[in-house]
């Protein structure tokens, strides 16, 4: 891919790229921790730096979590989520996912 990186844009390279960056490829954690949580947020602050794009991605995730019979989630209460798990952690409660809640995150789906 680095001697041709237009590889990317054929499915069979494209799709594998994607699944190593949620997987493994953002350095942080799996996003699939996050994912099953909720944490969508989170999981849009790690992928592009920020919610830029956020309403967009969010009309494919409702579509998609309808179409799996999946409830909505309300994204106005991710961050009363994400400060319930870090105090049944004792971690500080800020409502923020960084790194030592990426870790208890991790601790917990061990």
Request: charged share 25%; proline share 4%; glycine share 10%.
């Amino acid at each position: 891919l680095e001697s041709d990186p237009t590889l990317l844009t054929r499915p069979e390279y494209g799709t594998a790229s994607a699944v190593w960056f949620w997987t493994v490829g953002n350095g942080k954690i799996d996003l699939n921790l996050l994912a099953d949580r909720g944490w969508f947020k989170a999981i849009t602050r790690l992928i592009n730096g920020g919610l830029n794009g956020l309403s967009d991605r969010r009309q494919y995730w409702d579509r998609n979590r309808a179409l799996l019979g999946l409830a909505p989630i309300d994204l106005d209460h991710e961050g009363d989520r994400i400060k319930a798990f870090q105090r049944e952690r004792g971690l500080m409660a800020d409502g923020v996912a960084g790194p030592k809640t990426f870790a208890a995150v991790r601790a917990a789906a061990a």
